[in-house]
């Protein structure tokens, strides 16, 4: 085991699931994780092989087939999963903020219907909130839902949805103004409905009208599908709004984003612990001037700086996730954590391809694939500057000045 991302207090039951876990990485996921981006392939195997271990339940409660295990347990999962192949992460994040968003807002009966399923991996879902035309500025959404008797009459056209094309499941948040006066702050006439689907691209055979026009091309994290949502009079019945009344959506998806940042801090430690794990290995491969790279002090700084900001990153990753799962609010640490992690990915990374000089710029060698994985890291789930607002905002909170 790595000296660095060392985690205290850790019961039995959490060292076990993440021995489990990183095994699975380093024999499942690692071998085969450099072709299968490369040919842009989804990774039908490894997701198997995580539904069999039970990742995609691992928060949802036990009552519904799931493991009932902490943030915490779940980050320090994606850490691991992300430094074997951050697409897979990416799969299983969005499948797990839909089932949290059930697991906290969703009526008793959305519960017993979706969870169970999602626990097993037979269901697995995608959110979406951004548009074409609007970014971080979720107040500017677009996408409407009108009530139409017992059903809602949805038309709009959604962003950047991971999982968008092989999901059966997406919260889609969108405008609906009933019962909103006129000029009402724009986040209380938001609502997220559950639309389930058939899986793949094109018109969907399952619901009327909706489209996922194909994947998007990216310049890194594939495997993964990431796609547009196209909604055109899509009917969708009443009992789908998520908790069964509209106007919380805002609230909803925000409180998924949150913990959706641990997540992203975690992808952002595992990554950059991988390109760690690379760059000391080839400096004590490399020789130039008759000794090993390893042994140059430029290089030893350079390492000791990468191992520093892996572990400063992975620190504040779980004091994030931990106030999280003791019910306080995370706000603060979650954007400290997400903005750190993700800049230090890209740093280390990009000291690790530095490391690897020419070799490095080779597609033979894995650090290609971590540097153009790691700038996804800086927009995923809120750009820098995003976190940045947030965290000056809950500051001025904390240390506002009396009188």
């Known amino acids: 085991m790595s000296r660095l991302q060392q985690t205290e207090g850790l019961t039995d039951i959490q060292r076990e699931i993440l021995s489990t876990v990183r095994d699975f990485v380093d024999k499942e996921i690692l071998p085969v994780a450099t072709e299968l981006e490369h040919r842009d392939e989804y990774p039908t195997q490894i997701v ?38 951050m697409s897979v992460s990416g799969i299983i994040n969005t499948h797990f903020i839909v089932a949290y968003m059930l697991k906290q807002h969703g009526t008793q009966e959305q519960k017993d219907h979706f969870l169970p399923k999602m626990a097993a991996g037979d269901i697995r879902g995608a959110f979406s909130m951004s548009e074409p035309g609007l970014g971080s500025d979720v107040s500017a959404i677009r996408t409407k839902g009108v009530r139409d008797g017992d059903d809602y ?19 889609v948040l969108c405008r609906t103004d009933e019962g909103h006066p006129e000029g009402a702050a724009p986040h209380k006439s938001m609502t997220t409905f559950l639309i389930e689907k058939e899986p793949g ?3 969907n055979a399952k619901v009327s009208g909706l489209t996922v026009p194909g994947k998007i091309e ?5 495997g993964v599908d990431t796609t547009e949502l196209v ?5 969708v019945p009443a009992d789908r709004v998520l908790g069964g009344q509209s ?8 409180d998924g984003v949150e913990v959706g940042r641990v997540n992203v801090a975690a992808r952002g430690c595992g990554v950059a612990r991988r390109a760690f794990e690379l760059g000391v290995a080839y400096a004590q491969q490399r020789h130039t001037f008759g000794k090993p790279i390893a042994q140059h002090q430029a290089i030893q700084f350079k390492l000791a700086e990468m191992a520093t900001k892996v572990e400063a990153a ?9 106030k999280k799962d003791s019910g306080q609010r995370n706000d603060l640490e979650a954007g400290m954590a997400k903005y750190l992690a993700s800049e230090y990915c890209k740093e280390v990374v990009e000291d690790a391809f530095r490391i690897h000089g020419g070799y490095g710029f080779s597609k033979e060698y894995e650090i290609e694939r971590l540097y153009r994985e790691a ?9 820098a500057e995003i976190q940045k607002m947030i965290i000056g905002r809950r500051l001025l909170e904390e240390y506002r000045i009396q009188g």
């Open 48 to 85: 198997e092989g995580l539904k069999e271990l039970g990742v995609f339940g691992l928060m949802i409660p036990e009552e519904y087939g799931g493991l009932g295990e902490s943030l915490l347990t779940y980050a320090l999962c994606v850490e691991e999963i992300s430094r074997g192949w």
């Open 153 to 171: 009459v949805i038309n709009g056209q959604k962003m950047w949805l991971t999982n968008g094309g092989s999901s059966n499941l997406v919260a």
């Open 201 to 203: 691209f094109g018109p």
């Open 218 to 222: 990216k310049m890194g994290y594939k």
């Open 231 to 235: 909604l055109e009079d899509v009917h």
């Open 247 to 254: 106007g919380r959506g805002f609230y909803q998806m925000m």
């Open 314 to 322: 992975h620190q504040m990753m779980i004091n994030a996730a931990r």
């Open 375 to 383: 700038p996804m890291l800086l927009i995923g789930e809120g750009t």
